[in-house]
C-alpha cells in the first residue's frame, strides 16, 4: 500500500522537527553514507561487486576462504563463529583488499546462541512482548560476543499445519500475534542501534507464505490468493518492515507458480515499491540455484539472472551469481545497475553495522555465556511458554502430601532434545532437564522413582515397561514425560503422523494401568496428537522443546512455585485429518452447527441423511482437541459482558470494549485477556474471528479488573479485491475472552 501523501507529510514532519531538536541532521549521516557508498561502489570492477553478493558458509578451506576473501569474491560468511577465525578473515578482507569493504559473519541464532531459549512457537505462547524482546537480546549478547552480526531471525511464516515440522520456528498461526511478537524479536536482536557491536542485523523470513507448503509438506509448492496473502500471509513482514528489520530471505517455496527467489511481485513491487524496504534481501540457502528443479532456469547462469533481476541481493551458498553474474551483464541480460543497487543495500547494511568503523570483534568475550540473568531470562520464557491444558481432580500443582514420584519416559532427562531445533550452539551439558531439577529441588524431600522405560521417542523396546508399570505402583503420582526428539522437527522434518512417536502411547497404557494420578508433561516441536492418550492422564501440560531452563521451570509448574499462563500459539488439533486448520477461518456457505453429529453416533441409515450437511467431519467433528490463544491456570477467571462506549462509530473514531475479569479461584494468576473482531458483512468473505488486541496481567483472588481495549477503524481494515487497504461500513461483532473460543460477544456497526 502506497504510503498516504499524509503518511509521507507527517514523516518529513518528523524527521525535520528530529533535526531541529538533536541539533545534528540525521539525513545529513545518511547522505554522508550514501556518499561513501557511491564512492566505494565507483571503485569496484564488476567482478568485485559480485564478490559482495556472494555468501559463502565458513569452516572447510580456510586457505582457500581466504583467498577468495582476499580477492573480494565473498561478501558475507555464514557459520563460522571461532572469532579468531572470524577477526583474521576479517583483517585479509579491510586490509589486504584495495576496497577495504568488511565482511557480515551471519548465524541462524533462532532462540539462542548460548543460552537456549524455548523454541519460536513456545516463546509464541507467552503472548509477551517483553518476555520475546528478552530472549531476542541475550541471544545478540552472546552471539555477537564472537563477531556474528547477522541472524536469520524471526521466522514470520504464518503457520496452520503442525505436519510442517517447521512450525516449531514460526510464531504460530495468527497474524496479529506473530507481527507484535516479531517486532519484540527484531527489536531485542537490533537493540538501540545497528551499529552497537552487540547488535545483530534481524532476517524476516522465509518471505513469503512458506507455511502453506502443501501438505505440510517442507519445500512444497504453495498456491496463496492476493487476499488471503495480504490479509494473512505477509502482515507480520509488513510490522517488522515498518519496525526497521535490516534484511528479508527470499523462501523456497514456489508461490503461484513462481518461486519466491525469482518473484518479482513479492520482491519488487511488494517489498521494494509498496513497503519502501531499503534493506537486503539474502536468498534461502541454495535457493537461487534451486530455480532449476523447480523448472524456471535451465541452468545456472538463468537462475541467478532471475533472482537478481527480481531483487535477490546475496545469493547464499548458491554459487551461481559469483560464477555467472558478470557473464549475465556482459551479455546484456542483467544491468550493471542491477548489480550496483543490490551492491548499494549491501553496503548500506555494512555500514549501518558499524562495520566499517568497528570491524573486529573484542576476543575473550564468550565469557558471558551462560550468565545468572541469560539463564534466568531462560527459566521466566520457559515458564511462560508453557500451556496447561488439563488439570482434573486438580492433579496439578502437587500436594505437599506428595511423598513419592514416579518419572517415567524418554523425555524426562534428554538434554540435548529439550533444546529443540536450530540449537546449533547451545551446548547440552548446560541443560537443566526436568529430572536434574527435581533431583536437584525435591531429592532430599520425595522419592523419586526414575525409569527411563524408553531410550528416545521413536524407541520401541518394551523390555523396560514392566519397571515402569512398578515404579508407578510404588509411588503417590506418575510424571509422565513424552514427546519428540527434537530431530524430529525443523527444517525437513515433515511428519504424516503426529501421535507419539516409538512405543510411548503403548507405555503411557501400560503405566495407566498401575492405577496411580498420571500427569502428562509433553516436550515436542509440534502440537501431537493425543486425544486417545488424553484420558489416561489426570493433568497435561504442554512444555513444547523449552530450552535450557525447561526443566527448572517445569518443575515450578508442577510443584506450583510457579502459575501456568501460556496460552495456545496454535490450534491443537484432534487429529492430524484436521489439518491444516486454524482459528481466523472463513464461514463458510454451510458452517458447521455448534453440535455435530458424528459418525458413530449415527445408525447405519441415518449417515446418509445426517443433519446438518455443512463443513465439517464425521469422523472428527468440526472443533480443533484446544482452541488458540487456549491454556488453563491453577486458578479461575470470570469474564463479565462487554461493556461499548457506542455501538456505531465513523471512520477514523474509536469505539472502546471493556470487561470485568475476576479471579475466581483461590491462587493468583496471570491472564491473558483477548479481543477478537469479526467483519459481518464483506466485498470479501472474512474469517469468523480475527485477534487484534491482547492485554496479560496478574490478578489476586477474588481480585477484579476492568479490561479496556480501543478499537479504531484501522483494525477493522481489510485489503479487498483491489487490494485497497479499507474498512468497509457495516455490522461488526467484536469478542473478548481467555481464548479464542469462550468469548463474551458484542456488536457495533461502522457507519
Ligand atoms: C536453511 C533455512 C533457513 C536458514 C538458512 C541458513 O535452509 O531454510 O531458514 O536461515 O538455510 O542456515
Keep these: 500500500m502506497k504510503k498516504s501523501i499524509i503518511q509521507n507529510c507527517l514523516m518529513a514532519t518528523l524527521l525535520s522537527t528530529a533535526t531541529l531538536l538533536t541539533g545534528c541532521s540525521s539525513n545529513s549521516s545518511q547522505d554522508q553514507t550514501e556518499e561513501k557508498i557511491n564512492n566505494l561502489i565507483s571503485q569496484m570492477t564488476l567482478q568485485e561487486k559480485i564478490g559482495q553478493m556472494n555468501q559463502i558458509v565458513g569452516g572447510g578451506d580456510i586457505d582457500q576462504l581466504k583467498e577468495e576473501v582476499k580477492k573480494g569474491h565473498i561478501g558475507s560468511i555464514l557459520n563460522e563463529i571461532d572469532v579468531k577465525t572470524i577477526n583474521e578473515l576479517q583483517r585479509i578482507a579491510v586490509e589486504e583488499n584495495h576496497l577495504g569493504i568488511p565482511l557480515i559473519i551471519a548465524r541462524d541464532v533462532i532462540h539462542g546462541f548460548k543460552t537456549v531459549f524455548p523454541i519460536p512457537l513456545a516463546q509464541a505462547a507467552t503472548w509477551n512482548a517483553d518476555v520475546v524482546k528478552a530472549g531476542a537480546r541475550v541471544a545478540a549478547e552472546e552471539a555477537t560476543a564472537v563477531g556474528v552480526r547477522w541472524t536469520f531471525?524471526?521466522?514470520?511464516?504464518?503457520?496452520?499445519?503442525?505436519?510442517?515440522?517447521?512450525?516449531?520456528?514460526?510464531?504460530?498461526?495468527?497474524?496479529?500475534?506473530?507481527?507484535?511478537?516479531?517486532?519484540?524479536?527484531?527489536?531485542?536482536?537490533?537493540?538501540?542501534?545497528?551499529?552497537?557491536?552487540?547488535?545483530?542485523?534481524?532476517?524476516a523470513k522465509h518471505f513469503c507464505g512458506y507455511g502453506a507448503s502443501e501438505g505440510g509438506r517442507d519445500y512444497n509448492s504453495t498456491q496463496i490468493s492476493e487476499e488471503q496473502l495480504r490479509n494473512f500471509y505477509l502482515t507480520p513482514f509488513k510490522a517488522v518492515e515498518e519496525a526497521g528489520c535490516a534484511t528479508f530471505m527470499s523462501a523456497f517455496n514456489d508461490l503461484n507458480g513462481i518461486p519466491c527467489t525469482a518473484n518479482q511481485h513479492l520482491l519488487k513491487d511488494i517489498l521494494r515499491k509498496e513497503w519502501g524496504f531499503d534493506g537486503v534481501v539474502v536468498s534461502d540457502w541454495g535457493s537461487v540455484h534451486e530455480m532449476i528443479n523447480h523448472g524456471l532456469a535451465a541452468n545456472g547462469a538463468e537462475a541467478a539472472e532471475q533472482a537478481v533481476n527480481a531483487g535477490v541481493d546475496i545469493d547464499m551458498m548458491g554459487f551461481d551469481y559469483i560464477k555467472n553474474l558478470e557473464a549475465s551483464v556482459k551479455e546484456g541480460k542483467v544491468k550493471e545497475s542491477t548489480i550496483d543497487e543490490a551492491v548499494r543495500y549491501i553496503l548500506r547494511l555494512k555500514f549501518r553495522l558499524g562495520l566499517f568503523d568497528n570491524p573486529y570483534v573484542k576476543e575473550g568475550g564468550e565469557k558471558t555465556f551462560y550468565a545468572p540473568e541469560y539463564l534466568q531470562a531462560a527459566k521466566e520464557a520457559a515458564v511462560k511458554s508453557c500451556v496447561l491444558l488439563k488439570n482434573s481432580n486438580n492433579a496439578l500443582p502437587l500436594s505437599e502430601s506428595v511423598k513419592s514420584v514416579a518419572v517415567i519416559g524418554p523425555m524426562a532427562d534428554a538434554p540435548h532434545d529439550q533444546l529443540g531445533a536450530w540449537t546449533m550452539d547451545g551446548d547440552k551439558e548446560h541443560t537443566i532437564t526436568p529430572l536434574r531439577a527435581l533431583r536437584e529441588q525435591y531429592g532430599d524431600k520425595i522419592k523419586i522413582n526414575y525409569v527411563q522405560a524408553l531410550e528416545f521417542s521413536r524407541d520401541r523396546n518394551t523390555s523396560n515397561f514392566a519397571a515402569a508399570v512398578n515404579a508407578a505402583r510404588s509411588s503417590d503420582v506418575v510424571l509422565f514425560f513424552a514427546g519428540e526428539e527434537s530431530s524430529l522437527t525443523g527444517e525437513a522434518k515433515c511428519l504424516a503422523d503426529i501421535t507419539l512417536p516409538g512405543a510411548q502411547k503403548e507405555l503411557l497404557a501400560a503405566v495407566s494401568k498401575a492405577g496411580k494420578p498420571i500427569v502428562l508433561i509433553i516436550l515436542a516441536g509440534r502440537p501431537v496428537e493425543i486425544h486417545k492418550e488424553l484420558p489416561m492422564a489426570d493433568a497435561f501440560l504442554y512444555a513444547w522443546h523449552p530450552g535450557t531452563m525447561g526443566g527448572p521451570a517445569i518443575v515450578d509448574l508442577l510443584f506450583g512455585k510457579e502459575t501456568p499462563s501460556g496460552k495456545l500459539s496454535v490450534s491443537y488439533p484432534l487429529t492430524v485429518g484436521q489439518l491444516p486448520y486454524y482459528y481466523n477461518h472463513k464461514n463458510t456457505g454451510r458452517p458447521a452447527h455448534e453440535k455435530v453429529q458424528l459418525m458413530d453416533d449415527l445408525q447405519q441409515n441415518e449417515v446418509q441423511t445426517s443433519l446438518g450437511m455443512t463443513c465439517y467431519y464425521l469422523d472428527a467433528g468440526k472443533d480443533p482437541l484446544y482452541p488458540f490463544g487456549y491454556g488453563l491456570s491453577y486458578t479461575t477467571f470470570s469474564y463479565g459482558d462487554i461493556q461499548l462506549s457506542t455501538d456505531n462509530i465513523k471512520e477514523g473514531q474509536n469505539i472502546k470494549a471493556s470487561v470485568i475479569v475476576k479471579n475466581t479461584g483461590t491462587r493468583k494468576g496471570m491472564e491473558t485477556v483477548q479481543l477478537y473482531i469479526r467483519d459481518m458483512f464483506a466485498s470479501l468473505t472474512r474469517p469468523v474471528k480475527e485477534l487484534k488486541g491482547f492485554q496479560q496481567f496478574t490478578l489476586e483472588p477474588n481480585e477484579t479488573k476492568t479490561v479496556e481495549f480501543t478499537i479504531s477503524t484501522e483494525e477493522l481494515k481489510f485489503f479487498n479485491a483491489a487490494n485497497e487497504f479499507v474498512a468497509e461500513p457495516g455490522e461488526f461483532s467484536v469478542f473478548i475472552g481467555g481464548n479464542s473460543r469462550d468469548v463474551k460477544e458484542s456488536k457495533f456497526t461502522l457507519n
Design 153 to 203: 531471525a524471526p521466522m514470520l511464516d504464518i503457520s496452520r499445519d503442525a505436519r510442517w515440522g517447521r512450525i516449531i520456528e514460526s510464531l504460530g498461526e495468527d497474524p496479529y500475534l506473530a507481527s507484535k511478537l516479531g517486532v519484540a524479536m527484531v527489536d531485542g536482536f537490533q537493540g538501540e542501534s545497528l551499529s552497537q557491536p552487540n547488535s545483530m542485523a534481524a532476517c
